[in-house]
């Protein structure tokens, strides 16, 4: 029992009060998530807002970031061993880290996009697929209003509205790039390799679903195909040793004199 315990120690495997707290956490700070979004699209969208709006929607926005980082904090307390819980979520941390470095509210969009992403991975009831469209979507939606906000103001930028953010984020995500609008400032092109890698990985991991699926189809096919011929190599084996066994009883039969014939000559003789 100890030298189990001691490996699941050493291998860093959440413990049960982890385990408690991850599931009790997951679906709060996912809704603080989408409440966050709400917070980050208004200055965007409405940047004529009065002040208190824009305060109250960065004082949220500093609230979830710092639910996330307490939730970290928690977790890294919980974890059995902490430096491989700090080794195993290296984009939890860098996330918690980043506005600290730099208060920019860039900077708190991609760490609650990290923060809110590692979480929804832990959540067993998120199904592959829902996380990938999830993620398109959210990337998409925060990949447009973050590179609206850095472009809008720039002399020579071509992104101005939102319609034109949704349109150039989108081909951006998929690598089509058109070219009609293309981001002019450091930060808009900082956006643009995100969005383009995270495309890829995403698209990737889409093909890899959908590939893994047909290879699974296939292979239960042909195990269905294989159960098939087995069973009919042994009905068939089956078969040829009823076959042999009713051969053999014929000819059994055969050597068998009927009733009534000819009497048995030593017989006769004693009778007589």
Same mark, same amino acid.
Do not use: N
């Given at each position: 029992m100890?030298?189990?315990?001691?490996?699941?120690?050493?291998? *860093? &495997?959440?413990?049960?009060a982890e385990q408690r707290w991850e599931r009790r956490t997951q679906w709060p700070l996912l809704a603080l998530a989408l409440l966050f979004a709400v917070a980050y699209a208004v200055p965007v969208m409405a940047p004529d807002a009065d002040r208190a709006t824009l305060r109250l929607c960065r004082g949220v926005e500093w609230v979830?970031? *710092? &639910?996330?980082?307490?939730?970290?904090?928690?977790?890294?307390?919980l974890a059995p061993v902490r430096w491989t819980f700090v080794r195993r979520h290296p984009l939890a941390l860098i996330a918690v880290l980043l506005p600290m470095?730099?208060?920019?509210r860039l900077l708190r969009l991609v760490s609650t996009l990290l923060l809110a992403g590692q979480r929804a991975r832990m959540a067993s009831q998120v199904q592959l697929t829902t996380y990938v469209a999830g993620s398109c979507v959210g990337l998409l939606m925060f990949g447009s209003l973050a590179v609206l906000e850095v472009e809008r103001d720039?002399?020579?930028g071509t992104i101005k509205s939102l319609?034109?953010?949704?349109?150039?984020?989108f081909t951006t995500m998929t690598t089509v790039g058109y070219g009609d609008y293309a981001p002019t400032t450091g930060l808009g092109?900082?956006?643009a390799v995100g969005l383009m890698l995270s495309g890829i990985a995403l698209l990737g991991v889409v093909t890899a679903n959908i590939a893994a699926w047909f290879i699974s189809h296939f292979e239960s096919d042909s195990a269905a195909d294989r159960l098939q011929m087995e069973a009919i190599v042994?009905?068939?084996?089956?078969v040829r040793a009823l076959r042999a066994e009713v051969t053999e009883l014929s000819a059994a039969r055969d050597r068998v004199p009927p009733p009534g014939g000819p009497a048995d000559p030593a017989r006769s003789a004693a009778s007589a």
């Open positions: 100890r030298s189990t315990e001691s490996t699941e120690k050493e291998s *860093g &495997a959440a413990t049960g979830v970031w *710092g &639910a996330f980082a307490v939730d970290y904090a928690v977790r890294l307390v470095v730099q208060p920019l720039s002399p020579e319609g034109d953010a949704v349109w150039w984020s092109r900082m956006l042994a009905l068939t084996a089956e």
